[in-house]
């Protein structure tokens, strides 16, 4: 069974980057689709990002597409989420999650996913 953990959160400025890693344990994320979700008090967790198992489709949240990647480093068994140009309202906590697929189907719905970090606090002040 695959464990998750996040890390690279912090307190920042507004307009500078960040990034967050997502170490994977247990296993290889070889065959598993990968996302990062992130939830704002107040609101439900929403999709930031995900990538299929070879990475071949990827998807972006429209608040963040231009500013944010996601990738993954197979070697370091770590998946990463380049962030950029961080605004106020990107503050929230930020998980990772992965789910095992046989298809390049990345899952933008957070019940897709199967497993997932304890996630990582990001605060962007103004």
């Known amino acids: ?17 960040l990034t967050l890693s997502c170490a994977a344990s247990g296993g290889t994320l070889s065959g598993y689709s ?3 979700f992130r ?3 107040g609101k439900e967790r929403e999709v930031v990002a995900a990538t299929s198992r070879n990475d071949l489709n990827t998807h ?23 962030m950029s140009a961080l605004k106020p309202e990107d503050t929230a906590v930020y998980y990772c999650a ?9 899952p933008v719905d957070s019940q897709q996913y199967e497993y997932w970090g304890p996630g990582t606090q990001v605060t962007v002040s103004s």
């Open 1 to 17: 069974q695959v464990q998750l953990v996040e890390s690279g959160g912090g307190l920042v400025q507004a307009g500078v980057s």
């Open 34 to 36: 990968t996302g990062w």
């Open 39 to 41: 939830q704002a008090p």
């Open 60 to 82: 972006y949240a429209d608040s963040v597409r231009g500013r944010f990647t996601i990738s993954r480093d197979s070697a370091k068994n770590t998946v990463f989420l380049q």
């Open 98 to 106: 992965a789910r095992r697929t046989v298809t390049e189907w990345a």
